[in-house]
């Protein structure tokens, strides 16, 4: 298989959830075999995602480059990417936040297969396979992950919440997504 870009540019634009301001996103193709690079202006270095550090300060999702700048709320979109089979690209983030839009990938995923996909000749996708089981766990012991060797892709994905209106649930096929928040979590400790 040949690695994946994108065939032309995307920009957003879009509200941030957790300043509440717009920010855009410039989505680039990239001729170099570099994997999905992340910065924050066009005459800014870039960062390959590998060298950042993920950071979830509360309850938010945040990517702390190595210069220092935190990027909010990076989840959706680089899911989409993985989804959506793109191996390089440069993401040019603007305003510290990606735009939330409805809170899943979905939007992502419509911007991307609009603006096309392309093989890029005389390259091959590294693909790596899961030997032994893998187990994550948050901080906080809140969350967690559990992967598992296979030959197809099987997601069950399990939430439990001391809540009657959401309780457990348990979902076995990908969705576009499913939101809530809890009002005690939106306005944080009193």
């Known amino acids: 298989m040949k690695r994946v870009t994108l065939q032309r540019p995307i920009e957003v634009k879009g ?3 957790h300043k509440g301001k717009e920010t855009k996103v410039l ?3 990239s001729e170099e075999e570099s994997g999905i690079m992340i910065g924050t202006s066009k005459e800014g270095r870039r960062y390959p995602i590998g060298e950042c550090e993920l950071f979830s300060p509360g309850r938010a ?3 702390l480059l190595p210069d220092g700048q935190m990027i909010y709320t990076m989840e959706h979109l680089l899911s989409a990417f993985y989804g959506m089979e793109v ?3 440069v993401i040019l983030v603007v305003g510290g936040e990606i735009p939330i839009f409805d809170g899943s990938a979905e939007p992502w995923v419509r911007s991307i297969i609009e603006a ?3 093989e890029k000749e005389d390259t091959k996708r590294t693909v790596c396979t899961l030997l032994s089981p893998l187990y994550l766990e948050d901080d906080f012991g809140e969350a967690w992950i559990a992967c598992f060797p296979s030959e197809t892709l099987k997601v069950s994905y399990i939430i439990s919440f001391d809540d009657a209106f959401i309780g ?3 979902f ?3 969705s576009p997504g499913r939101r809530f928040a809890k ?3 939106l306005q944080g400790p009193s």
């Open 87 to 89: 191996d390089d690209a």
């Open 27 to 29: 989505m680039l193709p």
């Open 15 to 17: 509200l941030g959830l």
């Open 183 to 185: 009002i005690s979590r």
């Open 116 to 118: 096309g996909l392309r």
């Open 172 to 174: 076995a096929v990908l």
């Open 168 to 170: 457990t649930q348990i």
């Open 61 to 63: 999702s945040c990517i």
